[in-house]
Nanobody, 124 residues
């Protein structure tokens, strides 16, 4: 199974935290670059964070210092820890896979596999 599966979304107040999870098959996890994107209603899908096969990470400027992407090899899972959430962080969050193990693309069209998404709502 190549398609990743996200979980962990929910409703949090501004300033709160959430941790999203993205589970993938073992082969996928070890070989591919994994990224998080998000899409709010009426807006284009935008890049959030990347972690590639070597563990190199990249972040969008809007989340740098607040979000952390990481991987747990034992569980074949990538996480997105989101702290100090803002109202503008509210969106559907998607996990995506790039078959390039050393990928660093911030362009959604360059990712071959996508999860179904998990909703993050930030509201008081």
């Amino acid at each position: 199974q190549v398609q990743p599966v996200e979980s962990g979304g929910g409703l949090v107040p501004p300033g709160g935290s959430l941790r999203l999870s993205c589970a993938a098959s073992e082969r996928t996890y070890r070989s591919y670059t994994m990224a998080w994107f998000r899409q709010a209603p009426g807006r284009e899908r935008e890049f959030v964070a990347i972690i590639n096969w070597s563990g190199r990470t990249y972040y969008a400027d809007s989340v740098k210092g607040r979000f952390t992407i990481s991987r747990d090899s034992a569980k074949n899972t990538v996480y997105l820890q989101m702290n100090s959430l803002k109202i503008e962080d509210a969106a559907e969050y998607y996990c995506a896979l790039d078959t390039n193990p050393f990928g660093a693309s911030k362009i959604a069209d360059e990712y071959e596999y996508w999860g179904q998404g998990t909703q993050v709502t930030v509201s008081s």
